[in-house]
């Protein structure tokens, strides 16, 4: 599969937006001056959407890097899941080991201390981890200021290392949302942002056909594919056990980027 060492995007410049940020909102001003409030008032708030939107948009590159699609993958995918480890993690593993596939999977770091021996069993059976946030504050996780933000990120790294014993590479927005704190942690501790191309809203309320309806036009060479387990929609392992068959149906194998080479960091 794709070499580890082109895929690393950790940030460079984590605050980069801010000079845009001070520019927009002079041009507000002299707008405001010059052509009267009515066009300074609609500048301001077109300003203050093109600095919030991207917080929402998952493959967003405003406020950091992130990996969408996987270059030069040959017939390979890239299966992440999410929200674990849970009580379908078993269950998940036996179904990739079935069809001979590997992932990713994006863990939360209170349920890593919680249940460690299903971290370990995960890597046991050769799958990579990524770091998911540690309380997965779904609503309010595109809000949190810096000190919030890095406790976050940082402690489902130091959950992830407790446990595993070995470094973490890959980060997961919750819910894909990426506000300005978020890169500044990511370049302290080597993260790279990973987002996805084929996603069927697996972790909400859904049925199996509905997801898969969504996710299986996206499911070709290269894709970075989002699922998740332990939905209380108890689809999941339903869901991704399809998955896999349509893989197997179309040829394209399930595996992981390759870990052996350096990282280089990203000047984006």
Known sequence: M?????????????WRWVPWLVLSQLAVILVWVLAGWHWGLALMVASHALFMVPVFLPNSRFYAPVLSRLPEAGNSVWLTIDDGPSEQTPAVLDLLDRHQAKATFFLVGERVLAHPALVEEILRRGHDLGNHSHSH???????????TMAAEIEGCQQALQAVSGRPVRWYRSVVGMTNPFVAPVLRKLGLVRVGWS????DGVGCT???????LLPDLRPGAIVLLHEGAAHGHNLAIIERVLQVLDERGLKAGLPCSNSASPRDHV
């Open 198 to 201: 084929a996603r069927g809203y």
């Open 2 to 14: 794709t070499n580890a060492g082109t895929l690393h995007r950790i940030p460079t410049r984590p």
């Open 137 to 147: 504050p779904q609503a309010r996780f595109w809000r949190l200021g810096p000190g």
């Open 208 to 214: 199996p056909d509905g997801v898969l309806a969504r």
